[in-house]
């Protein structure tokens, strides 16, 4: 009998700590309803998340969940699926602890293509520590500690995964929810890392890039025409363009999962028997 998901399955009784009206909820409704379309179970699905807004999110979605330290969600996710590749395993994180502290671990994942997913969430600014600009944060963008306005360009990280190798890149609005859980399954479909950026205003700290703005500037590569998002010199040129932000599955690709390559046809290490074969016995003896 097929497994019936409703998106309560997946919540949780946690209280939110996200502002009213902060994009965020968008992002966690439409993962709660990618996860019962595609009739997961809880009890088969691993959320990373790291720090920041976007970091609590691992504690609105009812299954197995780990909240790392800020920058580190995708190595622990990349571990969380070689030691147990049955598990479907998404991670999720902001703008600044996937572009900034996390930036280095963002590069390596996309290169070695673990079967995970990756959400990351893109207000274009610190919204936990009142509003600093962000990697992703526009240039000019007035904060409290750049009155000035931010002297730093802006970094186009889907761009970025595009020229380091990723085999799924999209990107979304929190306010486009059926559009959104639409992408989040096929990211979590495809047989590699894939990454899904969403568009998520912080409605406390960011008054430049609010919803009405995005809604002004936003449209689907769909209507680029000729456009064929296996085409990566498209993608590139799409990601790139000055003008409105591209929404939509930007770039698909297929090549070996990470996870596939390591393992092979050795089991997951979580169906090891710890105590009745010597292999975990001799690692203790040797370090002893």
Known sequence: ????????????????????????????????????????????????????????????????AFHGVHGRALPVATAVKVANNGLTVIAAGGDGDGFAIGAGHFLHAVRRNPNI??????????????????????????????????????????????????????????????????????????PGFAVVEVMSPCVTYNKHNTFAWFKENVFDVTQIEGYDNTNKQHAFEALTADGKIPLGIIYQSQRAAFDDLVLGDTPPLTTADVYDTGRFHGIQDAYR
């Open 1 to 64: 009998m097929a497994l019936v998901m409703s998106p309560k399955d997946f919540a949780t009784a946690t209280p939110s700590w996200w502002c009213p009206g902060c994009g965020d909820f968008g992002v966690l409704a439409s993962l709660k309803s990618a996860c019962a379309e595609l009739a997961l179970n809880p009890k088969d699905v691993a959320f990373v998340s790291g720090i920041g807004c976007s970091g609590k999110i691992s504690g609105y979605l009812h299954s197995y």
């Open 117 to 190: 997913t990756y959400i990351v969430m893109d207000n274009q600014t610190y919204g936990l520590t009142k509003g600093q600009s962000s990697p992703t944060s526009d240039l000019g963008y007035v904060t409290g500690t750049s009155p000035g306005g931010n002297p730093d360009a802006p970094l186009n990280g889907m761009a970025v995964a595009l020229a380091a190798g990723g085999t799924f890149i999209a990107r979304g609005f929190s306010a486009q929810p059926k559009k959104l859980i639409e992408l989040i399954k096929a990211a979590i479909e495809h």
